[in-house]
């Protein structure tokens, strides 16, 4: 069972930045796609939005509402994922969530971290 492990959410001002680090408990597993999902305040689980996603092949992928001033990036051999946050806005208050999907022949598995607060004050 992979376990992620996130660190680094807090408050912060509107136009403020945040950088959020989450590692994965084995660095010698190959993970296809890591990156982060927030869920705001009042959401439910089904709710949560993806943020940011970084795939193997480099390919990434970004929630239109944070496209140009959220940057992630992954160290592949450590098996770790950052989202640098810049001009944060009281919107992106949430929770953060780290996740990793590995595929094995057509099945994804997902894995989920514990979730990490952000708080942006206006």
């Known amino acids: 069972q992979l376990e992620l492990v996130e660190s680094g959410g807090g408050l912060v001002h509107s136009g403020g930045s945040l950088t959020l680090s989450c590692a994965a408990s084995?660095?010698?597993?190959?993970?296809?796609?890591m990156g982060w999902f927030r869920q705001g305040p009042g959401q439910q689980r089904e709710q949560r939005e993806l943020?940011?996603?970084?795939?193997?092949?480099?390919?990434?992928n970004y929630a239109d509402s944070v496209r140009g001033r959220f940057t992630i990036s992954r160290d592949f051999d450590k098996n770790t994922v950052t989202l640098q946050m810049n001009y944060l806005r009281p919107e992106d208050t949430a929770v953060y969530y780290c996740?990793?999907?590995?595929?094995?022949?057509?099945?994804?598995?997902?894995?989920w971290g514990q979730g990490t607060q952000v708080t942006v004050s206006s």
């Open positions: 996740y990793a999907q590995i595929l094995t022949g057509t099945d994804w598995s997902t894995y």
């Open positions: 943020v940011a996603g970084l795939m193997t092949s480099g390919r990434t």
């Open positions: 084995d660095f010698t597993t190959s993970i296809d796609i």
